[in-house]
Structures are given as structure tokens and as C-alpha cells.
């Protein structure tokens, strides 16, 4: 394989997984607001952050895919 197909493979993993992050950060963000309505602001505030935080790892690990081509 060469390096662009294994740098390829990797982005692709990255977009993946930072998904799969985003997902079960917003999916347990909406459950608790679910149960406990009067606290939803300061959980919504948490799901923005912890999808920022999910987001900048995927693309840090974006840039290593690139540059190891």
C-alpha cells in the first residue's frame, strides 16, 4: 500500500470515530435534559464542549494523517 492509501484509510477512520463521538455526546446530552428539564442549559453548554472537544481531537489526528503522507 502506499503511503497516500494508508493516510487515506486513516482520515476516514478519524471521521468516523469523531461521529461516533459527536453522537453519544449529543445522545447522552439529550437524555439528561430529558430527565431533568431545569438543568438543560448548563447541559447543553457541556454537549457544545464536549463536541469541541471531540472535533479538535479529530482533527489533530486529521493533521497526523497528512503529514505522514
Known sequence: MTSLAI??????LVAIG??????????????GMSRQPEMAAKIQTSMFIG???VEGIALFALV???LQM
Open 7 to 12: 493516510a487515506s484509510m486513516g482520515a476516514g
Open 18 to 31: 469523531a461521529g461516533v463521538g459527536i453522537g453519544q455526546v449529543w445522545s447522552s446530552g439529550l437524555q
Open 51 to 53: 463536541a469541541a472537544l
Open 64 to 66: 497526523i494523517c497528512f
